[in-house]
């Protein structure tokens, strides 16, 4: 397993990396049907008040599959489809494993192994991105959204950091992910550390909260650990406007 290597942390709160096309792109025609659970959480800076899709890829596609209002203040309720449609195959390696957010003084990492699924032809959706319109869905699209990570100090020390990422993903039935990867994480000078991942999702048929969690010591490699929540989190997004 490889990452590209990580942008550096930008304070509390700082984007994962920017996948998402906009909704006409995703080749989607609008949300799923069929409210199941909600969520809510906040959009990071968003320049007006508007309307947040959020899309997973389905069979290498990106999918509109729930949309929020959102408030100038950024805070959304999203309700979360009971039976959203599903990839047609299993599809277990979109689950997040490497921390694609790094502490900044490290540049990369890359990983070895394969954790072990107890379902292999298990099912799952991942809320990846999203994209924004101050119109309404539909609407001009002026910004896409991104799971937002937010960065606590452990100590007075800037390496001493615990930086968290959060999103929802849905599972066609009950599945164990769990597994240890080795990891090499090479620093911002070049020099290189060995750590690990911890992957121990639990995911219950329905919807759920996906976690990632980078611990840098002062002196050690990172220590990332990936779990799973049936109770629902906050998951808040990053907005980052279109380019013209």
């Known amino acids: 397993m490889r990452r590209p290597p990580s942008a550096p942390l930008s304070r509390c709160l700082l984007p994962a990396l920017l996948c998402?096309?906009?909704?006409?792109?995703?080749?989607?025609?609008?949300?799923?049907?069929?409210?199941?659970?909600?969520?809510?959480?906040?959009?990071?800076?968003?320049?007006?008040?508007?309307?947040?899709?959020f899309t997973a890829s389905v069979d290498g596609r990106a999918q509109a599959i729930a949309s929020a209002a959102v408030a100038a203040d950024g805070s959304y309720r999203l309700a979360l489809p009971s039976l959203p449609s599903l990839p047609s195959?299993?599809?277990?390696?979109?689950?997040?494993?490497?921390?694609?957010?790094?502490?900044?003084?490290?540049s990369g990492v890359e990983c070895s192994g394969e954790p072990v699924a107890s379902t292999p032809n298990a099912r799952v959706l991942v809320l990846s991105g999203g994209t924004f319109s101050a119109d309404g869905a539909g609407g001009a699209v002026t910004g896409h959204l991104m799971p937002a990570s937010a960065a606590i100090g452990n100590r007075l020390t800037s390496q001493d950091i615990l930086i968290t990422t959060r999103t929802h993903a849905y599972a066609d039935r009950d599945v164990r992910l769990t597994g240890t990867l080795n990891c090499t994480f090479t620093r911002a000078?070049?020099?290189?550390?060995?750590?690990?991942?911890q992957v121990?999702?639990?995911l219950k048929h329905g919807w759920n909260s996906l976690e990632t969690r980078t611990g840098q010591p002062s002196v050690n490699a990172p220590i990332a650990t990936v779990t799973s929540s049936h109770t629902l989190a906050n998951v808040n997004w990053r907005y980052l406007p279109v380019t013209p």
Do not use: H, I, M, W
């Open 20 to 53: 998402a096309a906009t909704l006409s792109a995703c080749g989607a025609v609008g949300p799923e049907s069929g409210v199941g659970v909600s969520a809510k959480g906040v959009v990071v800076f968003p320049p007006s008040a508007g309307t947040a899709v």
């Open 89 to 106: 195959r299993s599809n277990l390696e979109v689950l997040p494993t490497v921390p694609s957010v790094l502490p900044d003084q490290v």
């Open 189 to 197: 000078d070049g020099s290189t550390l060995e750590g690990s991942v």
């Open 200 to 202: 121990n999702y639990d």
